[in-house]
C-alpha cells in the first residue's frame, strides 16, 4: 500500500467515488467542486492506494488556534467499503503522526459521528482520546 498527497484535478476523479461513500449527500460533480472550493481555503487530500485502486481516503486542513497550537483536523476520512479492515486506515493515521511531528505540529484531531463505534475503538487503539463533546447548530 502506498500513500499520496493529492495533486491534480485527475487524481480527485479517482478517490471521489471513495469519498461519496462517505459524504452520499453529494453527486460526484458536486463534490469536485465542492473539494475545489474547500481546495482553495487549504483543504488536503491524502489518500492510499493498493494495486493501483484508491482504499482509503482522508480530507484534511491545517491552521492555528489558541486552544489547539498548530493542528491538524481531519474532515473526512473513509476506507472503501471493499478494503475495511486490511490496515488503510492504520497507514494514514500513522502517516499523519509522521507528518505532524516532522512538520511540528501540536495536535491531530477529528470528529467521529456518535453512532460510529467501530471508528471510535479504532481511534481509541490508535492513541485518540475522547478530549470533548464538539456542538453544533445548523441554520
Known sequence: MDVQLLSS??????????????????????????????????????????????VCVVGFVTGHKLAWGKYIYIDDLVTDENHRSTGAGKLLIDWFKDYALYNNFDQLHLDSGVQRFGAHKFYLKEDFIIASHHFSCSF
Do not use: C, H, M, W
Request: charged share 25%.
Open 9 to 54: 484535478d485527475r487524481e480527485l476523479e479517482v478517490v471521489a467515488p471513495v469519498l461519496l461513500q462517505l459524504r452520499p449527500q453529494f453527486q460526484f460533480d458536486s463534490l469536485i467542486t465542492q473539494v475545489k472550493k474547500q481546495q482553495k481555503n487549504g483543504y488536503q487530500i491524502v489518500y492510499v492506494t493498493d494495486d493501483d485502486a484508491v
